[in-house]
T-cell receptor, first 117, second 111 residues
């Protein structure tokens, strides 16, 4: 089983609908992230969380919200989806770098492809 | 976090070394250089990272210049499976691990 699991993997929805993308991890990491990738572009950070009680906006948080239900779960919601939110979404986790040989590297899920019509 | 500049694309012959450059002239003393790669539309994969010393692991080597303003990722014997987009990221890990990815270098390994 994958260390970082995203559901759904693919979703087609209509403008105005509420959509939730879910992410769960078995890495035991405190830090979780949501990224968005558009065709031909790099990944842009939407939200990140350093622990259950810590939620932070990334560079493109408008139109999105998140919920950190537990250490292992971090959900991304689109309250009212619009076509320009059509993209590939990635969840990632990381540990605290620099301790006990930890690298602080990001571990990514396989992505959730969202299409908003 | 400091910004990085990478070539848009590079080609490499299979079996040869692939040398991917990255400029990070505004890097500060506590920022690390990280490299990731993304194959097709899969989630990016960590390759290597370093602060100021050269680093090597089973995947690649990272050469950082003495002034730390640039670095080179070396894949010693590139294979077709190394065809991917490679991202160079400069990041201060102590203040939060919120890595921002640019557009990277598309490496194409050919026969």
């Amino acid at each position: 089983d994958a260390d970082v699991t995203q559901t759904p993997r693919n979703r087609i929805t209509k403008t105005g609908k509420r959509i939730m993308l879910e992410c769960s991890q078995t890495k035991g990491h405190d830090r979780m992230y949501w990224y968005r990738q558009d065709p031909g572009l790099g990944l842009r950070l939407i939200y990140y969380s350093f622990d259950v009680k810590d939620i932070n906006k990334g560079e493109i948080s408008d139109g999105y919200s998140v919920s950190r239900q537990a250490q292992a779960k971090f959900s991304l919601s689109l309250e009212s989806a619009i076509p320009n939110q059509t993209a590939l979404y990635f969840c990632a986790t990381s540990d605290l770098p620099g301790t006990s040989g930890r690298t602080g590297e990001l571990f990514f899920g396989e992505g959730s492809r969202l299409t908003v019509l | 976090d400091a910004k990085t500049t990478q070539p848009t694309s590079m080609d490499c012959a299979e079996g040869r070394a692939a040398n991917l450059p990255c400029n990070h002239s505004t890097i500060s003393g506590n920022e690390y250089v990280y490299w990731y790669r993304q194959i097709h539309s899969q989630g990016p994969q960590y390759i290597i990272h370093g602060l100021k010393n050269n680093e090597t692991n089973e995947m690649a080597s990272l050469i950082i210049t003495e002034d730390r303003k640039s670095s080179t990722l070396i894949l010693p014997h590139a294979t077709l499976r190394d065809t991917a987009v490679y991202y160079c990221i400069v990041h201060f890990t102590g203040g939060g691990n919120k890595l921002t990815f640019g557009t990277g270098t598309q490496l194409k390994v050919e026969l």
